[in-house]
């Protein structure tokens, strides 16, 4: 098993010799190698079970780093790096090659993305190498929020968990890049669309299905054991729902109501004050923890459509849209 603990030391002895250490990120844990080894990132794929054809995100902790890795930054780039970096937004950029194709899938554009969180940050600014990383969990499964999260399904394959502590935005970054002049978001994330807005005007939405990992399976027979013990997600309004099936083989996640039909223990709130900010921090544990239970539906219901709203509604999608 991988031994978790904050040491930035023993994670770079490992990353130095091509091994893989979870790192903490502000939106979730990701499963880092040296991006410059294509032996270490080829490690990744076979860690997570991923397809090849999947890329993977670059990790940096500075702007002037980021300038060694892409061709150009287009203006409008530059004003979305100073406004959300380090933060949960991440830019497809025209790689350099000093990226090895593995990295981008044999793409010439490189997604780059400065995390916020203070121990990874210390980590990359130690590295004379940027980091890899896609987020650290089984292809086609929930984003891990916590060190306990790496460790429960990727434990016997990693070298090292770093551990951060609790992810304090809890989705994944929102992917941006740029065609024709046109920005385009490539998945919703923890950088809200109004938030992009703001700065670049408006922004088309495109989810390129090579996009999210957790999109329909390419490869059902390879995925079916990651979904084998996820239940069946069901977005709906949860009155109506909790008429139409067995009380006792549902769980619930809410925006802040509670239900008293349905035991405490199968239901979460995810913000009793009804902030979508903390809503997106707890989604993924609460997904997590309910899946563990003895039911056979979680139902959810669909959060308002602004700010990290519309991230999380995205992310209730996938997960209902993979059971069927
Ligand atoms: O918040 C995050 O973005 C986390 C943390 C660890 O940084 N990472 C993450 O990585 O969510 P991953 O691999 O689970 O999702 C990144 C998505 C992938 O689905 C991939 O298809 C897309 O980004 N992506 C990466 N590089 C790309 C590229 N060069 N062109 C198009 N899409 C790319
Ligand atoms: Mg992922």
């Not at 010799?17 to 844990?29: F, Q, R």
């Not at 997106?280 to 990290?308: H, N, T």
Request: with cysteine; glycine share 6%.
């Amino acid at each position: 098993m991988a031994q978790i603990g904050k040491d930035i030391v023993q994670a770079m002895q490992y990353l130095q010799e091509d091994g893989l250490v979870a790192i903490p990120t502000e939106t979730v844990y990701g499963l880092a190698a040296n991006a410059f080894s294509a032996n270490a990132v080829a490690k990744i794929f076979v860690a997570k079970n991923r397809p090849s054809f999947n890329p993977l995100i670059t990790h940096t902790h500075d702007v002037e780093q980021v300038k060694r890795y892409v061709k150009q930054m287009p203006e409008v780039a530059i004003q979305l790096s100073k406004t959300f970096w380090p933060g949960p937004l991440t830019l497809l950029l025209p790689k350099k090659d000093i990226i090895p194709d593995i990295v981008t899938a044999g793409s010439e554009s490189v997604a780059v993305r400065i995390p916020n969180h203070p121990l990874t940050l210390e980590l990359l600014k130690k590295l004379d190498f940027p980091l890899a990383a896609p987020s650290a969990n089984p292809f086609g499964y929930i984003s891990p929020t916590r060190a306990a999260h790496v460790e429960e399904q990727l434990g016997d394959r990693i070298d090292y968990i770093l551990d951060g502590g609790e992810c304090t935005v809890g989705i994944e970054s929102t992917i941006v890049g740029f065609e024709e002049k046109q920005v385009v978001i490539y998945r919703l994330g923890g950088a809200s669309l109004e938030a992009i807005e703001e700065i670049v005007g408006r922004a088309n939405i495109s989810m390129h299905p090579q996009v999210e990992d957790n999109l329909n399976p390419q490869a059902p027979g390879m995925l079916k054991s990651h979904y084998a013990p996820k239940k069946k997600v069901i977005v709906g309004n949860i009155s109506n729902l909790l008429n139409s099936y067995d009380k006792q083989d549902i769980a619930l996640i809410s925006l802040k109501d509670y239900y008293p039909q349905i035991s405490d223990k199968h239901q979460v709130a995810l913000s009793v004050v009804g902030d979508l900010n903390e809503a997106a921090q707890q989604l993924f544990s609460a997904l997590r923890e309910l899946d563990k239970l003895p039911v056979k539906y979680i139902i959810a219901e669909p959060m308002p459509e602004y700010g990290l709203g519309k991230a999380i509604n995205d992310r209730l999608q996938r997960a209902a849209a993979e059971k069927e």
